[in-house]
């Protein structure tokens, strides 16, 4: 039995998968090291490159001391992106 052409919509619902692969990474592990070996990977399939980046600001303060004020900024992910830009890959 030979299955029949999916119909045409006019207004079709999104079409979209998500594929996690979540891994515990050892403390201290640089994801920016990875962006080389990452590009050189995927820059055929998917030639945009975007990094995310997190930032963290940590304000101590206390009645007897001058504040502590600290920031840190930390790649928190790489996507690769394809030419129309309807698939990503996250690292």
């Known amino acids: 039995m030979r299955a029949?052409?999916?119909?045409?919509?006019?207004n079709p619902p999104i079409a979209e998968a998500v594929i996690d692969i979540d891994c515990d990474l050892p403390p201290g592990?640089?994801?920016a090291a990875?962006?080389?070996?990452?590009?050189?990977?995927?820059e055929t399939q998917y030639p945009k490159f975007r990094r995310q980046l997190i930032q963290e600001h940590e304000i101590e303060a206390s009645t007897d001391a001058p504040q502590k004020i600290s920031a840190r900024t930390t790649v928190q992910s790489l996507q690769f992106v394809?030419?129309?830009?309807?698939?990503?890959?996250?690292?």
């Open 82 to 91: 394809n030419d129309d830009e309807r698939q990503v890959v996250q690292v």
């Open 29 to 31: 592990f640089d994801l």
């Open 34 to 42: 990875l962006e080389g070996p990452a590009r050189a990977q995927f």
């Open 4 to 10: 029949s052409p999916l119909p045409k919509l006019r």
